[in-house]
């Protein structure tokens, strides 16, 4: 059984900076795909980074955020900077290990003056 537990997250000011982790635990076999995903309220789940065969972002968060991983610790990260209100949501990941798909909680991120 795996599972993806996130931290990192909380309320932040505008221009601040936050870094989530994902660490995967379980029966970790071949991790293709790490990613960062995001969903505001009233609004659908949308991509925000993704590490696997090529690094992307999404236009919104280019220049601002980065996404990381540590292998050997099964591990993602995101370093946000430059928050915006509009990065308020919940942050999730999502792992592909030997071809099955899995999701983390979600952890709250809060950018508010």
């Known amino acids: 059984q795996v599972q993806l537990v996130e931290s990192g997250g909380g309320l932040v000011q505008p221009g601040g900076s936050l870094r989530l982790s994902c660490a995967a635990s379980?029966?970790?076999?071949?991790?293709?795909?790490m990613a960062w995903y995001r969903q505001a309220p009233g609004k659908q789940r949308e991509s925000v980074a993704s590490s696997g065969a090529s690094t992307n972002y999404a236009d919104s968060v280019k220049g601002r955020f980065t996404i990381s991983r540590d292998n050997a610790k099964n591990t993602v990260y995101l370093q946000m900077n430059s928050l915006k209100p509009e990065d308020t949501a919940v942050y999730y990941c999502?792992?592909?290990?030997?071809?099955?798909?899995?999701w983390g909680q979600g952890t709250q991120v809060t950018v508010s003056s």
């Open positions: 999502r792992m592909i290990i030997t071809g099955r798909q899995y």
């Open positions: 379980g029966s970790i076999g071949s991790i293709l795909v």
